[in-house]
């Protein structure tokens, strides 16, 4: 695939988990993809362990928007600078509802193979996120 065509892919990742789209993790997820986040206390492994942090994801936050800032590619890595926003309204990994906004950077390195996700590195502000809660003094 070209530069540009791994870029769309990436880009098209955010608004199929926005969307919990299923059958756009199916085509475009491979099988054995894996998701390297300190930050979960599972793993993310294959279109199923998308659906799995969407499911997370979502059921403590809502209104998520995923805003793109930044997107550079080189080979088959691309990596996306982002933000992480919405309201925390439910159980988040743990953490009770706060009803407070969360807004945080995040970086995201995928690896693409063959016009599939196959790899991701994720970076969030973890810290931030708990002092937007209320988990941690800010």
């Known amino acids: 695939m070209s530069i540009d065509a791994n870029k769309d ?6 608004a199929a988990f926005l969307d919990r789209d299923a059958a756009w993790w199916q085509r475009h997820i491979a ?3 894996v998701r390297h986040d300190p930050g979960l206390n599972f793993t993310v492994r ?3 362990g998308v659906a799995r942090l969407g ?3 979502h ?3 809502t209104e998520m928007t995923l805003p793109i800032d930044e997107v ?4 088959d890595r691309v990596l996306v600078r982002l933000r992480f926003r919405g309201r925390h309204t439910g159980d988040l990994m743990g953490l009770p509802a706060s009803g407070r906004s969360i807004d945080i950077a995040v ?3 995928f690896r693409i193979v063959d016009g599939r996700l196959v790899e991701h ?3 969030l502000d973890n810290l931030g996120m708990l002092k937007q809660v209320g988990a941690l003094p800010a």
């Open 9 to 14: 892919l990436a880009r098209a990742y955010f």
């Open 31 to 33: 099988p054995d993809f």
């Open 46 to 48: 294959g279109p199923e």
């Open 55 to 57: 499911e997370v994801l």
């Open 59 to 61: 059921g403590g936050v």
């Open 72 to 75: 550079v590619a080189e080979g």
């Open 107 to 109: 970086m995201d390195l």
């Open 121 to 123: 590195w994720a970076l």
